[in-house]
């Protein structure tokens, strides 16, 4: 068997690991790094190579990070996991579930038709009707359309926000939500959220993250990780299947009645910290889960 291990970081911890799991249980793995293959077509060809290796002979392809934030690197890779799944590579997760989880909107929706607890969303265009939301829901949360690590999620809360409400929407927009809204109320809860791993329907490990100042937990972002002992794991379960994710990092929030509420879903969780509190070998569980496959 030979399995890829795509990631825009050739340092990555994670890869590496993987690649040694799979290795001792005596198979095949492969860094891809994006940014080193190549795609070459012609009438009677497709190929697409990372030096020597025919990348469309792997059995399968984890998606560890996509990696792009510019256009033109977002729409490459988005293209070559596309083409691979075209020749017969599995990739993990699905393009189709990736570009899911990526859009915040897509996958509210999502959300929303699977009957789950999300918090009141608004998504637009229209910066009038946005300042209305703030007007009327403030404190709330504002976040761009697609991103992850926690980069350009923000509380509105300040006065002086809320009366230049329009200044502050047009920055964010020209900062990160490059022409739509996202806007949430805000769960009041105890400090924390918890980030839910999912692998192959089953929550493998979870964990509390909070931060000094209670709100942007995001581990990425400065957020910390210690244990958790609340139980997620259904509502967990529930959302990485309506996303359809084989591997799924799931956020969730208690309020301060101790109902449970989705915040967002990631394809390409990461797990170093997690696994610092973890009883499990996660990238264990994983090499396992990529091997007894079928594919």
Partial sequence: MKIGLFSSDPWSRRMNRLKELIEDRGESAIRVIPWKVSREGATDRHRIMLGNNNLSKLDALLVLDL???????????????????????????????????????????KLISGGLPVPRTLITESIETAAE????NHPCVLKPITGFGGLGVQLISEQFDIENVYDYLKFHSQM?????????????????DIRAF?????????????????FVTNIHSGGRARNNDINVSDLAIAAAKSVSGRIVGVDIIPDNNGELWILEVNATPGWNALQRISDVDIADLIADSLINAEF
């Fill in 67 to 109: 990696g792009a934030n510019d256009i033109g690197a977002f729409f490459n890779r988005v293209g070559l996991l596309s083409a691979l799944t075209e020749m017969g590579v599995e990739v993990i997760n699905s393009v189709a579930s990736i570009l899911l989880m990526r859009n915040k909107s897509e996958s509210m929706r």
């Fill in 133 to 136: 939301f703030v007007l009327e």
């Fill in 176 to 192: 990160f939500g490059k022409g739509a809204y996202i806007l949430q109320e805000l769960i009041e809860g105890p400090g924390f």
């Fill in 198 to 214: 999912v692998l192959d329907g089953e929550v493998v490990a979870t964990m509390q993250r909070y931060s000094d100042d209670g």
